[in-house]
């Protein structure tokens, strides 16, 4: 009986094997599709800016620009400018401001000094107009050049200065302002009171005109102004006469009366 009961186990056993084994049975996975990628796209290339081009066509800095090459301080700005997430500001000087300054102003500057110079036209970082009244609230800011070579800053209803020792010009344009970089021109160089501690580096004024007449006002041999004495000597003759006149009249007169 036992016998008999374990081959029908065995059998069931085979049986349900069997079914569970079937193609027609089998259970067929659900395919699985993978979602998109969802990394960010790379951000594109900062624009590379050419300050030497952009000096070159924006307007008459030519002097400017030359000394940057000259002293190589065109690639430090270059460098801030592309290479730094701080950007630069810089104040352009037009040509017209070194031709205000005398002849002998950078030949007495060392290599160094002039580095120095030029790099006191600059901020390390990116400034647009709409932030120098903040910026003003700082004064003295510090510039390139590094402490102790600050400027003064004010904004007089968007008028904007940039004070150093020597000079205080106004922001006259706008020359570039895209981050990360700002160029503003300005009509006066600025002359810090670091290099230029004793007398401004100024040219001086020139002489005015002579006025018109002045021949009639010059001295006589005597001291006196010879164009003014011949013309009192003249009125003075001429009220002699005039009086010499009237009395011989009055006479004439009473003569002929008595």
């Known amino acids: 009986m036992m016998v008999m009961e374990f081959k029908a186990a065995i059998l069931t056993t085979a049986v349900l094997a ?92 060392t290599g160094d000094q002039l580095k120095q110079l030029l790099l006191y036209h600059a901020f390390p970082y990116y400034y647009p107009l709409s932030t120098f009244r903040n910026l003003s609230a700082l004064n003295p800011v510090n510039t390139f050049a590094g402490s102790p070579y600050t400027l003064n800053l004010t904004d007089d209803m968007g008028s904007i200065s940039v004070q150093s020792m020597w000079s205080k010009p106004k922001i006259s344009s706008s020359v570039y302002a895209t981050e990360p970089v700002a160029l503003y021109s300005i009509d006066k160089v600025l002359l810090p009171m670091q290099l230029f501690s004793k007398d401004p580096p100024l040219a001086p004024a020139p002489a005015p005109a002579p006025q018109s007449g002045a021949s009639d006002l010059a001295p006589s041999p005597g001291g006196g102004k010879a164009g003014g004495n011949a013309k009192a000597d003249s009125t003075s003759e001429a009220y002699r006469v005039g009086v010499s006149g009237l009395l011989a009249t009055v006479a004439g007169c009473l003569m002929l009366m008595w």
């Open 18 to 109: 069997v079914l569970l084994c079937s193609p027609a049975l089998a259970q067929k996975s659900p395919s699985v599709s993978l979602p998109p990628s969802t990394s960010p796209a790379p951000a594109p290339a900062p624009h590379y800016v050419d300050l030497a081009a952009l000096l070159n066509v924006a307007g008459p800095f030519h002097t400017f620009l030359s000394y940057l090459q000259k002293t190589n301080v065109i690639e430090t700005f270059q460098s801030q400018a592309n290479n730094t997430d701080e950007g630069i500001t810089i104040f352009v000087p037009k040509d017209s401001a070194f031709s205000a300054l005398k002849k002998s102003t950078f030949s007495n500057l």
